[in-house]
């Protein structure tokens, strides 16, 4: 810990002798878990990424700009999700209310088929949308990143990038999280690699080693001078282009130059008073926390008890049926239709839920999508910004897999998404973590594939409350509503409702998840005997979030499921 409390603060005292209005002395900078600021706070994944972002915040830079700065920055110190190389989605609110949300989800090369992950039998071939060079959809996070920050920010990009460059260059120590995971994924990284890669060394990786990526520092100095085009032509592009005919894949150089992020009307909805900012499809997310929450409203007992088994066995049978209806209806959005407000209204959840039993598990195989008029990884990443002034983003970024198909484009350092997998590579089937997708989901060209990203933002009459978001897969979804439930009605701070035990259903397979952490075997006892499934898992999600509470201050709830950690001042 104290390492990095030492790796931040060297960089905050970089960037504030940069600055001759202010000093270091100026500020009494935190960092932490639980932490509470008045003046602005970033947390997210990896200490140095938060660092870096509360180093613009205090050069004067606002949320939007330090949300750049810790999306850049947690491309370098936390390969396993932050990038350049995948896609994302943000929710932002200004200080005057306006909000908005930018979907920079990969896509579909164009030369994409519906049918290219299965073999002449129609069988799926195994790790084609895993683990090959055409698990690759096209980038986003470069175009969403610059697009957010040309609209937002107010800091020139050079200052912005700029920290990011140096981490690069000089390297930064790995935690001790990050040393195991390195070391586990080292076979992936030497099969899939034809040239050396920057996540393999002689020896085994030990928690403090310096990791240097050069190539990176170069990639990003070409994001710096050029912007969109630093990545999305010329020799970057070329770099990408070149990766892809080393094997299967199939990005070329229309499609990075065709690729724009997309603002999209956000997904809102009221819960006892507090109005829920979140994304819209391609993302699965938005929807379907406001339909567990719409459930929630009408349905949660007057006295909810944390982890009682009538509130659990409750939410249980609500996620069962919503995620049946996310893998039937939801796809993006510029290819299918999809029917949001129907999907979200009162008395169509109250009808999904009138063959609820109290006493009773339903059967996943009896349920199928409501009728009305698909599976990620768990290595996803979220951050969650807010300024003085109250500006906030929750931005939530991804290569899908842990450092996605382990593929990095040579040259240009940076690794590969796997993203395709979240399309239905055979509608009706499982993907690698068993989500069903369907047809609305299916590849087809330019296409952006199903995402359960859940970055929200939370409003108390009328002003700014909370802004979230989690990793894991298809288990974001019930990472993000659980931790709104904790704080709205189970009366948590910020932090005990980000590292509180949680529990999954996703309809099929039907299973509950339960984390390891949960401690309460006579819950565990009353769910069985009501013949739920359970399974252990070692975590679900992990959500770095930030609220306002008296006085206008920030309360941080940095996940202590991981190296997360909260910096503000
Ligand atoms: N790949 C994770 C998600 O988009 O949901």
Same mark, same amino acid.
């Given at each position: 810990m104290r390492r990095y409390f030492f790796c931040v603060n060297a960089i905050l005292l970089l960037l504030v002798l940069t600055v001759s209005s202010c000093t270091y002395e100026d500020y009494e900078i935190k960092q932490g878990r639980g932490i509470v600021c008045s003046n602005g706070m970033v947390v997210s994944a990896h200490p140095e990424a938060s660092g870096i972002g509360t180093g613009i915040l205090i050069e004067g830079g606002n949320a939007f700009d330090a949300a750049a700065a810790t999306a850049f920055a947690l491309a370098v110190s936390y390969p396993t999700a932050g990038n350049i190389g995948g896609g994302g989605l943000m929710v932002i609110r200004d200080s005057d209310g306006r909000y908005a949300t930018l979907d920079c989800r990969e896509k579909a090369p164009d030369s994409a088929m519906n049918d290219m992950y299965l073999d002449e039998e129609d069988n799926i071939i195994k790790g084609m949308s895993t683990s090959t060079l055409a698990a690759s959809g096209v980038p986003g996070s470069v175009a969403g990143i610059l697009e957010m920050h040309s609209e937002y920010g107010s800091l020139p990009l050079k200052k912005i990038i700029q920290p990011s460059i140096d981490l690069a260059r000089e390297g930064f120590p790995v935690t001790s999280r990050q040393a195991k995971s390195l070391n586990s994924v080292r076979k992936r990284f030497i099969n899939r690699n034809d040239h050396p890669v920057p996540f393999v060394k002689d020896n085994l990786w030990a928690e403090g080693d310096t990791l240097i990526q050069a190539d990176l520092a170069r990639t990003l100095e070409r994001i710096r001078d050029n912007g969109t085009e630093g990545f999305y032509s010329g020799s970057t592009a070329d770099m990408i282009v070149k990766e892809m005919k080393k094997g299967n894949g199939l990005i070329n150089h229309n499609d990075l130059e065709n690729y724009s992020a997309v603002w999209r009307e956000p997904v809102t909805g009221m819960y006892s008073g507090y109005k829920i900012i979140s994304i819209p499809p391609p993302s699965s997310g938005g929807v379907a926390v406001m339909q567990l929450l719409g459930i929630m409203e009408d349905m949660l007992n007057e006295q909810p008890v944390f982890h009682s088994s009538e509130d659990v066995h409750l939410m249980i049978e609500a996620e069962r049926r919503i995620y049946a209806d996310r893998s039937f209806y939801l796809g993006d959005p510029d290819f299918v239709e999809i029917p949001v407000n129907e999907l979200v209204n009162k008395d169509y959840l109250i009808d999904r839920m009138?063959?609820?039993?109290?006493?009773k598990t339903s059967s996943s195989a009896n349920i199928s999508h409501g009728l009305i008029v698909a599976p990620e990884s768990e290595e996803t990443t979220h951050f969650s910004v807010i300024d003085k002034d109250h500006n906030a983003i929750a931005f939530t970024t991804t290569l899908n897999s842990s450092y996605g198909n382990c593929i990095v484009v040579e040259g240009a350092g940076f690794l590969l998404n796997n993203e395709m997998d979240d399309f239905s590579s055979k509608p009706g089937y499982p993907n690698i973590y068993g989500l069903i997708g369907g047809e609305a989901n299916s590849v087809q060209p330019g296409k952006r594939m199903l995402s359960s990203m859940t970055p929200a933002i939370v409003e108390k009459d009328n002003n700014l409350y909370m802004v979230l978001g989690s990793p894991g897969g298809s288990t974001i979804i019930t990472s993000v509503f659980q931790t709104l439930l904790n704080v709205l009605?189970?009366? %948590?701070?910020m932090q005990q409702a980000v590292d509180a035990p949680r529990f999954h259903h996703q309809? %099929?397979?039907d299973l509950v998840y339960f984390e390891k952490l949960e401690a309460d075997s006579v819950l565990i006892r009353k769910l069985e005997n009501m013949g739920h499934n359970i399974q252990w898992r070692s975590s679900i999600g992990r959500v770095d979030a930030i609220r306002i509470i008296k006085g206008g201050k920030m309360e941080a709830g940095a996940d202590s499921r991981g190296d997360d950690m909260a910096c503000g001042y």
């Open positions: 009138s063959d609820f039993d109290t006493l009605e189970y009366q %948590m701070n309809w %099929m397979p």
